[in-house]
């Protein structure tokens, strides 16, 4: 039984984690199709600003022991690859 809430409570933190990378990756491109420019200090403090509360959430799940390092990292190595693909896309339009 006790396994079974510590999985579940693992399985919600990662999809928590998930949603916010998602969220990040939404607001980034709202900022794009909107015109903001990826040179423009409003999209990169936005980017700066929102890419470092994510890493603090999964510091703090992983000091809890909810995930694991390497998910963690996973997870930012993903959207940040993302998240250039999306940046090279828009600077070659």
Excluded at 16 to 27: G, T, V
Excluded at 47 to 52: C, V
Excluded at 72 to 93: P, Y
């Amino acid at each position: 039984m006790a396994s079974d809430i510590v999985v579940d409570h693992r399985d919600k933190a990662l999809a928590l984690l998930k949603a916010d990378a998602d969220k990040i990756m939404k607001l980034i491109k709202v900022q794009m199709d909107n015109l903001t420019m990826p040179q423009c200090p409003l999209y990169e403090e936005v980017l700066d600003t929102q890419m470092f509360g994510l890493s603090r959430e999964i510091d703090f799940a992983v000091r809890l022991g909810l995930i694991e390092q390497q998910e963690g990292k996973a997870l930012l190595d993903s959207l940040e690859r993302e998240l250039s693909a999306l940046h090279d896309a828009f600077t070659t339009k």
